[in-house]
């Protein structure tokens, strides 16, 4: 069980030497209890090997006023199972996959933070979006433009106390959801309004709600949020995509099975042995993005394959048509095949296609 969660869930740039030890100490702390906590553990300690950027949680507080945790990851590994045991938590951790328990074990707060949410984020999981509307927006401090957060230091009882602007709800709303048991992040980005904060959370274990709060000034912007195990940007629609659990199942693991073949053919020098694997991967699951950029990688290494790959990016643009940023990636390829191949109107025509089909709801 521990190979499997941690060989199917560490990503590029993971630092393995630091989050096998944590899994030592995990497994050692948790004792009899170590298999109904194993996921929990793996998902700390490839949010763990880490610390979060300086500028976490967002730009608009000093780090002088966050209050950091204090505890150790194994103390902290120990405080979730506890509560968990407590029933003090919406959620039961020992049902959540490694990817969604990242994003509650991501609380870089002191316990006592935690604690006092538990104690005064009273709030159904299903109506959890009221948590952002519990801080009193700060207007005054908006006409002023002091964007930044001005007390002495940024606790939730500070906050809910004083009131905020966007970033402040968002932030509150997130870490009284982890707080909870409740996978949440912190949503940011830019849309016809200037800038907004909001924040999302698991509603239900296959389904994520990304807008709450987001409306609230009258801002549609597409959201990125920080994605807890690389700190890379993940957006709302990359998060809408990887909720939809299909990489548990045995198809996406096939998939890349057959991906990890294709480099082994690759790194011995055969070729046709390569694009084998690849059809076979795109085959046994389509849902894979992660096949059909590698198709489209082999293909570009090819000067005579510029058919082949228009009719390759039309068929990842439709398999993806749901999804508005995969879409728009293989949109893209098409129209740059288009223009190499010297058929230009194309080109020009998928590019308006782009503008047209997004200006309604992403800015961006």
Known sequence: TLGRELFQNIAEG???SVALPLLVEFRAAAGERWSDYTRLAVAMALVYDR???AFWPHHQVGQDKILRQKTTPVERFKFWIQNNEDKKLMLDLKKLTVEQAKFV???FVPEE???WAQKNVRLSRTSFEKAFFMIRYD?????????DWMSPDYRLE????EGGICVDQAYFAMIAGKANGLPTLFFSGQGASGGHGWFGYMRSDDKWEVDCGRYASQNYSVGNA???QTWNRISDHELAYLASRFRDKPEFLKSQLHLRAAQLFEENGDAAGAQTAIENALAACPQNVAAWDAKTALLETQESAGKELL??????AKQFMTNDDIKVRYQKVLASVSRKLGDTSSASSIERKIITQQKDERAD
């Open 14 to 16: 993971d630092l393995v």
């Open 51 to 53: 610390p979060p950027p």
């Open 105 to 107: 074990v991501d609380a």
């Open 113 to 115: 933070e935690l604690i």
């Open 139 to 147: 207007t005054a401090r908006l006409k002023a433009s002091k964007l």
């Open 158 to 161: 500070t906050i809910k106390k």
């Open 226 to 228: 920080l994605d807890p």
């Open 311 to 316: 009719a390759h990016a039309s068929a990842a």
